[in-house]
């Protein structure tokens, strides 16, 4: 549910009507996606499986809006070499996040006795 959500929503900003271009709104958007915790934990104490596949699908929706609109806004206002050095570690951050949380994922299933 989360990729294909994830695919949905990188495909939204191509609508320019709901493309996100204010800096500002990114970082508090980027931010309130911190709500997701606590909202989890509790549809996953309390809540059925009907509410926890809602909440995966708007993660993955949010995480594929807010990628494309960040990485499409993020360079604006730099020069070509600059824009490039930052598109450039923008995606090292990216693939450096994922390192790291498929390598936390396996030493947690060492850990577990996988």
Do not use: H
């Amino acid at each position: 549910m989360f990729n294909v959500s994830d695919l949905l929503g990188k495909y939204i900003p191509m609508l320019e009507s709901l493309k996100l271009e204010s800096r500002r709104g990114l970082m508090i958007a980027i931010i309130s996606r911190f709500a997701f915790v606590p909202a989890f934990y509790f549809t996953a104490k309390y809540g059925d499986q009907g509410w926890m596949i809602l909440l995966t699908s708007l993660l993955g929706l949010t995480n594929g809006y807010l990628s494309v609109c960040f990485f499409t806004v993020a360079p604006q206002g730099y020069k070509g070499p600059e824009q490039n050095a930052l598109g450039n570690l923008l995606t090292i951050c990216v693939l450096g996040g994922l390192v790291v949380g498929i390598a936390l994922d396996w030493l947690w299933l060492i850990g577990k006795g996988w």
